[in-house]
């Protein structure tokens, strides 16, 4: 398939609706941002709108690269055609856009002029266009816009018998804008069709399509499958009211369907962060690829597909991997009631401390309970109840004192269900004779594994330094793990014994 001509309108339709219209530096800096991309077409103003835009597309317009097409938008007025053939006059490579709605309801109660008024003005618009236009810069073309296309449904014949006659005159892009969505999708998509099967095929069609009911980038995307070439779209879905189409979510979802774009993707996230700042328009948390909440997870089983799928290239719960627009923060695991042990057993992970998932498992109910709430955990609120119920477990046993007597010998002194213990205990090393003690007081593991943590900084607010995992196996050949945490290594794993004892003996 022919790839999609992206036509950019932040500049134009995007800058319009900011509440503080982008000055000539600003502008200088979005369009750079806008061809970093790769796009090769950008509506860089309206010149006849003010002074401020008229001098900015004088600029934008000279120092536009030539392999970028550069547009100003002009009414079919004499004067904002004059005015716009002067703004564009040094581009390289030129184009004047110039509209005029055809909606019947539009011609009616805002124009006030009837449709054969209409047609007349647009078609002399463009033949003015035209014999103006190619004696300053043969590389130039034309493009016409029939605003409120989207509501021209029930004089659609009349609008095609315009265009042949616009086309006549010059125009070489159709542009068909859904300048207010209403209706579904597929309703435009066939009048955009029939306008297609009705012009010659040298003509580039166009869409240009608000997103007033949000489904502005389905009908982008599903023009360009039923042959339509250039695209308009902005930058963060920026324009009037609810926006245009935006730019990221067209350009992945034409990538992910297998289309060669010619755009620069690993771009993508750190423009949107910037121009949403030089917008003051805040990306909002939800918004697909960009906002905060794209890559979070909160229900137990995607918690669980997105865990398990996190470095590949396909997500189980996301459309993208998120590296190819630039974006590298990890998927996002939160802790609330609705999610389970894989959530705690990450969000732990990623704290750099150890766990299992029989400890998340473990943990589970209690991180439920307090999320049924309080709503969701901070990591820090988890990593708090894993210290508090995984490193410190109560029970029958409670450790008093332990200390060295003499070399491999350490006396132990401790509570079993209140009960005052005292046993002196030989081994190599304080685990075997902790574990020694124990036994000989009644109370029989064997040892299978440890392995000791330093912490590299109390600032979890833990205070500690060491950590200790001791596993045994219990009578039956269980496997237990106990863990703790304390500012010595020997008394963490003097604790994480107990804490293993407190598992097996209750
Ligand atoms: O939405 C619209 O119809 C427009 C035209 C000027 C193309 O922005
Ligand atoms: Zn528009």
Same mark, same amino acid.
């Not at 036509?7 to 000539?24: E, H, M």
């Not at 019947?104 to 002399?124: Q, R």
């Not at 069609?205 to 902005?234: K, W």
């Given at each position: 398939?022919?790839?999609?001509?992206?036509?950019?309108?932040?500049?134009?339709?995007?800058?319009?609706?900011?509440?503080?219209?982008?000055?000539?530096?600003?502008k200088?800096?979005?369009?750079?941002?806008?061809?970093?991309?790769?796009?090769?077409?950008?509506?860089?103003?309206?010149?006849?709108?003010?002074?401020?835009?008229?001098?900015?597309?004088?600029?934008?317009?000279?120092?536009?690269?030539?392999?970028?097409?550069?547009?100003?938008?002009?009414?079919?007025?004499?004067?904002?055609i004059?005015?716009?053939?002067?703004?564009?006059?040094?581009?390289?490579t030129?184009?004047?856009?110039?509209?005029?709605?055809?909606?019947?309801?539009?011609?009616?109660?805002?124009?006030?002029?009837?449709?054969?008024?209409?047609?007349?003005?647009?078609?002399? !618009?463009?033949?003015?266009?035209?014999?103006?236009?190619?004696?300053?810069?043969?590389?130039?073309? =034309?493009?016409?816009?029939?605003?409120?296309?989207?509501?021209?449904?029930?004089?659609?014949?009349?609008?095609?018998?315009?265009?042949?006659? =616009?086309?006549?005159?010059? &125009?070489?892009?159709?542009?068909?804008?859904?300048?207010?969505?209403? @209706?579904?999708?597929?309703?435009?998509?066939?009048?955009?069709?029939?306008?297609?099967?009705?012009?010659?095929?040298?003509?580039t069609?166009?869409v240009?399509?608000?997103?007033?009911?949000?489904?502005?980038?389905?009908?982008?995307?599903?023009?360009?499958?039923?042959?339509?070439?250039?695209?308009?779209c902005?930058?963060?879905?920026?324009?009037?009211?609810t926006g245009?189409?935006? #730019?990221?979510q067209? &350009?992945?979802?034409?990538?992910?369907?297998?289309?060669?774009?010619?755009?620069?993707?690993?771009?993508?996230?750190?423009?949107?962060?910037?121009?949403?700042?030089?917008?003051?328009?805040? =990306?909002?948390?939800? &918004?697909?690829?960009?906002?905060?909440? &794209?890559?979070?997870?909160?229900?137990?089983?995607?918690?669980?597909?997105?865990?398990?799928?996190?470095?590949m290239?396909?997500?189980?719960?996301?459309?993208?991997?998120?590296?190819i627009?630039?974006?590298?923060?990890?998927?996002?695991?939160? #802790?609330?009631?609705?999610?389970?042990?894989?959530?705690?057993?990450?969000?732990?992970?990623?704290?750099? @401390?150890p766990?299992?998932?029989?400890?998340?498992?473990?943990?589970?109910?209690?991180?439920?309970?307090?999320?049924q709430?309080?709503?969701?955990?901070?990591?820090?609120?988890?990593?708090?109840?894993?210290?508090?119920?995984?490193?410190?477990?109560?029970?029958?046993?409670?450790?008093?004192? #332990?200390?060295?007597i003499?070399?491999?010998?350490?006396?132990?002194?401790?509570?079993?269900?209140?009960?005052?213990?005292?046993?002196?205990?030989?081994?190599?090393?304080?685990?075997?004779?902790?574990?020694?003690?124990?036994?000989?007081?009644?109370?029989?593991?064997?040892?299978?594994?440890?392995?000791?943590?330093?912490?590299d900084?109390?600032?979890?607010?833990?205070?500690?330094?060491?950590?200790? !995992?001791?596993?045994?196996?219990?009578?039956?050949?269980?496997?237990?793990?106990?863990?703790a945490?304390?500012?010595?290594?020997?008394?963490?794993?003097?604790?994480?014994? #107990?804490?293993?004892?407190?598992?097996?003996?209750?």
């Amino acid at each position: 398939m022919q790839r999609p001509y992206f036509y950019d309108i932040t500049l134009r339709d995007g800058n319009q609706s900011l509440k503080k219209p982008w000055s000539l530096k600003e502008k200088l800096f979005v369009f750079d941002k806008i061809t970093d991309l790769g796009i090769k077409a950008v509506e860089i103003g309206f010149p006849a709108s003010s002074q401020m835009d008229f001098e900015s597309c004088i600029t934008l317009a000279q120092k536009a690269p030539d392999d970028v097409r550069v547009s100003v938008l002009a009414r079919c007025h004499k004067g904002d055609i004059d005015r716009a053939l002067q703004a564009i006059e040094n581009a390289k490579t030129p184009r004047i856009h110039t509209f005029i709605t055809m909606s019947p309801f539009h011609m009616e109660h805002v124009l006030n002029k009837d449709p054969d008024t209409v047609a007349k003005t647009a078609i002399e !618009a463009v033949e003015y266009i035209a014999d103006n236009i190619y004696k300053i810069n043969k590389n130039a073309d =034309i493009e016409f816009s029939i605003e409120h296309f989207g509501d021209c449904y029930d004089n659609l014949d009349f609008v095609i018998d315009t265009l042949k006659e =616009i086309v006549k005159k010059g &125009a070489t892009t159709i542009n068909l804008p859904n300048t207010v969505e209403r @209706y579904r999708p597929k309703r435009i998509l066939d009048m955009i069709k029939k306008v297609q099967d009705n012009l010659p095929s040298d003509v580039t069609i166009s869409v240009h399509n608000h997103n007033d009911l949000g489904m502005a980038t389905a009908t982008t995307v599903e023009a360009y499958f039923q042959g339509v070439r250039q695209l308009e779209c902005c930058l963060n879905g920026l324009g009037e009211r609810t926006g245009n189409t935006d #730019f990221y979510q067209v &350009a992945l979802a034409l990538k992910n369907s297998g289309i060669d774009t010619g755009i620069d993707y690993s771009k993508i996230y750190e423009t949107a962060l910037t121009i949403s700042s030089m917008a003051n328009v805040a =990306i909002y948390e939800k &918004a697909p690829l960009i906002g905060s909440e &794209a890559l979070a997870h909160r229900s137990g089983i995607h918690q669980d597909g997105a865990i398990k799928t996190k470095c590949m290239e396909f997500g189980a719960y996301r459309p993208i991997n998120p590296a190819i627009i630039g974006r590298y923060d990890d998927e996002k695991i939160g #802790f609330t009631s609705q999610s389970g042990k894989t959530a705690i057993y990450d969000i732990v992970k990623s704290l750099k @401390y150890p766990i299992t998932i029989q400890e998340s498992i473990y943990l589970t109910p209690f991180a439920k309970e307090i999320a049924q709430t309080k709503g969701e955990l901070t990591p820090e609120e988890v990593l708090g109840l894993y210290f508090d119920k995984v490193c410190n477990i109560e029970g029958a046993f409670e450790l008093i004192v #332990f200390r060295p007597i003499e070399k491999d010998l350490y006396d132990l002194l401790f509570n079993f269900k209140g009960e005052r213990k005292q046993v002196i205990g030989r081994g190599n090393g304080p685990i075997d004779a902790c574990l020694n003690a124990l036994r000989k007081a009644g109370f029989e593991a064997k040892l299978s594994d440890y392995k000791q943590y330093s912490l590299d900084s109390d600032d979890k607010g833990s205070g500690a330094s060491a950590m200790s !995992a001791i596993s045994v196996f219990d009578k039956e050949g269980n496997l237990v793990i106990g863990r703790a945490i304390d500012t010595s290594i020997v008394h963490a794993n003097v604790k994480a014994i #107990f804490n293993a004892y407190n598992q097996i003996f209750k």
